[in-house]
T-cell receptor, first 112, second 114 residues
Framework: AQSVTQLDSHVSVSEGTPVLLRCNYS??????LFWYVQHPNKGLQLLLK??????LVKGINGFEAEFKKSETSFHLTKPSAHMSDAAEYFC??????????FGAGTRLTVKP | DTGVSQNPRHKITKRGQNVTFRCDPI?????LYWYRQTLGQGPEFLTY????????KSRLLSDRFSAERPKGSFSTLEIQRTEQGDSAMYLC????????????FGPGTRLTVT
């Protein structure tokens, strides 16, 4: 069965410094992988998705993620954090478009 | 706004009462999903529809829960005889088969059972 582990429940960075949110997945097949962001009182928003094309995926707001099959990882990065990036981030694995498994989430705090 | 909408945004109810939530998906989307999210956790799948047909239900969806999508547009999720353990955020998402499949989420309905 597919599953995803977000390795940090909380990450704190200073504004202007790099962001790294870590995600490992488990899947018997070639999965699709997603990162979603959830701001308070807002719906989940898709940041980016990997669907077996390029392993380096660029998303919105300067985020990107790299699919590494050998490490079963799909870490989310951003070169320079902005205050507006503070939110909850979810890594998602899917073997079937109708069966998406969410991680427990990583809360990103950005300090001024 | 042409996104997914959910009503109400917040619901406080007493244990044992019935509650009903509504989800309006993006208009051209034919798939509609319900998830539940508890504090500190990611969303967990409950059920989904393709048009008006309910195609899958999670084991999480006890027989006190029922969902409908009668005309293939909006959907309702009803919880009967609510329990304190039902307190959670209930999320709705929609997608379009054949167009990327990614799911677009609504803002959720937060249920508090007292």
């Amino acid at each position: 069965a597919q599953s995803v582990t977000q390795l940090d429940s909380h990450v704190s960075v200073s504004e202007g410094t790099p962001v790294l949110l870590r995600c490992n997945y488990s899947s018997s097949y070639s999965p699709s992988l997603f990162w979603y962001v959830q701001h308070p009182n807002k719906g989940l928003q898709l940041l980016l998705k990997y669907t077996s094309a390029a392993t380096l995926v660029k998303g919105i707001n300067g985020f990107e993620a790299e699919f590494k099959k050998s490490e079963t990882s799909f870490h989310l990065t951003k070169p320079s954090a902005h205050m507006s990036d503070a939110a909850e981030y979810f890594c998602v694995v899917s073997e079937d478009w109708d069966d998406m498994r969410f991680g427990a989430g990583t809360r990103l705090t950005v300090k001024p | 706004d042409t996104g997914v909408s959910q009503n109400p945004r917040h619901k406080i109810t007493k244990r044992g009462q019935n509650v009903t939530f509504r989800c309006d998906p993006i208009s051209e989307h034919n798939r509609l999903y319900w998830y539940r999210q508890t504090l500190g956790q990611g969303p967990e799948f409950l059920t989904y529809f393709q048009n008006e047909a309910q195609l899958e239900k999670s084991r999480l969806l006890s027989d006190r829960f029922s969902a409908e999508r009668p005309k293939g547009s909006f959907s309702t999720l009803e919880i009967q005889r609510t329990e304190q353990g039902d307190s959670a955020m209930y999320l709705c998402a929609s997608s379009l088969v054949g167009q990327g499949y990614e799911q677009y989420f609504g803002p959720g309905t937060r249920l508090t059972v007292t």
